[in-house]
């Protein structure tokens, strides 16, 4: 480790999570998987990081003691030593610090960088040090734009895949934020953004594909505008021949984790969720799938970012003495009413409606989508096609109107026995417009 002399103490290191840590955000967004420990010991180094010299040279180091270290990191059985060691340690089996490798991408630059993260690393007499190569340093020390500061309790506190979201959710959400403020007219302050994803896209951000594996897709991730689409092909190839070599399939080892769109999103996206409303600081999330294809393939997953405080929202009245709430009515979050349309969306189609259809569906509705769903379905058992489908709707959402009883059907004037009544919906959609 050449001549790192500094030291850090007991107090110092707990101090390191209450405090905050930097990455740019290319950094953040950079492709190469790495284990739970890996990426949690990384981004603790961050944190107690300082220059120094090493060999004559000025290097980026950190240093913590090594039973701070282990109950940061909640490793209470006397295996700590075996996994530093097992991380310190190149082996074909096991991931360590020093397999730790990036593709970073500059989209402004249209260029692809792979770079190694760590230099050196030493645990000995107690003591943690990592000393990270010269390459990583632009990315986590002296950063002045295009970089997102992260909870490192936060961070610490996360499950391997909510943690990873959360850098990632954290990065979009602040940069949206920033964007909103210095190129917009129209900024509100804690509102939500939405940005959808390439599926195959965050599973590499992630760390759930192993692109090492297959030649293909490594020299594919090292254009500047990678084919999702080309990728995808490779992992289904791949998906195959695993299948062919390993006829037991608790055997097979996959290149892609959570191969399906059930299992990404049961396995990663969910736990992910629920991990950061309940742990998280600063942010949650909510996601819709976007399907494409003749066989509606989930190729794509559009997610709302939101500023938490916002998202879980406060009741507006107090409760009266003893405990009794008068109002426990929560105001919709931008969240919940983006799902909503997500959800009508997916289930009228975008020939029939426009999106401010949806919306003004979503508005009469009070954002009750089973008011639109049970409307969308009276109009789907219509015999005649219905001259404005809009005004239909939405008279069907207002008035609660019932699906009706197929079993005993009454006059048959076209519209079943939820209704006698002819209407005109022209003139109908005219009235309930006049009166928005």
């Known amino acids: ?16 999570i209450t405090q905050e840590y930097e990455k740019a955000n290319s950094l953040i967004n950079a492709v190469g998987p790495a284990n739970e420990l890996v990426q949690k010991l990384t981004v603790l180094s961050i944190s107690a990081a300082k220059e120094e010299m090493v060999d004559g040279k000025t290097k980026l180091v950190a240093t913590i003691k090594g039973k701070d270290l282990k109950k940061i990191l ?26 730790y490798y990036l593709l970073i991408y500059d989209d402004d630059e249209k260029r692809v960088t792979g770079i190694n993260v760590v230099e050196a690393v030493d645990f000995h007499d107690g003591v943690f040090k990592m000393i990270f190569t010269d ?50 007219n129209n900024y509100e302050p804690n509102t939500s953004y939405y940005v959808r994803y390439n599926l195959i896209d965050l599973q590499l951000k992630i760390g759930l594909i192993d692109a090492n594996r297959d030649d293909r897709i490594t020299k594919e991730l090292k254009n500047s505008v990678p084919d999702f689409d080309k990728i995808r092909e490779y992992l289904k190839e791949n998906e195959t021949k695993e299948k062919e070599r390993e006829k037991d399939p608790k055997r097979r080892k996959y290149i892609q ?60 009245n107090e409760p009266e003495e003893g405990g009794i709430v008068i ?27 426009a999106p401010d259809d949806i919306l003004v569906f979503m508005t009469d509705s009070n954002y009750n989508y089973d008011k639109i769903e049970n ?26 109107w019932p699906l009706p009883n197929l079993n005993h059907r009454t006059k048959q004037n076209g519209f079943l026995n939820f209704s006698q009544n002819e209407y005109d919906f022209n003139n109908l959609e005219s009235s309930l417009l006049e009166n928005n």
């Open 1 to 16: 480790m050449g001549n790192c002399k500094s030291k850090i103490s007991s107090k110092e290191t707990f101090n390191l």
């Open 74 to 99: 909640k490793k209470t059985n006397n295996s700590f030593y075996e996994q530093v060691k097992t991380l310190t340690t190149k082996r074909a089996d096991k991931q360590s610090l020093l397999d």
């Open 135 to 184: 390459s990583i340093k632009p990315y986590i020390w002296g950063l002045r734009d295009n970089y997102t500061k992260l909870s490192l309790a936060d961070a610490l506190s996360l499950d391997i895949y909510a943690f990873r979201m959360y850098e990632i959710l954290k990065a979009e959400y602040d940069y949206r934020e920033w964007e909103a403020k210095n190129k917009l």
């Open 257 to 316: 984790k959570y191969r399906t769109w059930n299992a990404f999103k049961s396995k990663v996206l969910v736990p992910a969720q629920e991990g950061l409303r309940e742990k998280s600081s600063s942010i949650v999330f909510d996601f819709a799938p976007e399907r494409s294809g003749r066989g509606g393939l989930v190729t794509e997953v559009t997610i709302c970012i939101s500023n938490k405080a916002k998202a879980v929202g406060t009741p507006e």
């Open 327 to 353: 109002d426990s009515v929560q105001p919709i979050s931008e969240a919940e009413k983006y799902m909503i349309f997500f959800k009508t969306q997916t289930l009228v189609g975008t020939e029939q409606f």
């Open 375 to 400: 409307a969308y379905k009276l109009l789907q058992l219509q015999k005649n096609d219905v001259p404005n489908p809009v005004g239909f709707m939405r008279q069907a959402i207002r008035n609660e």
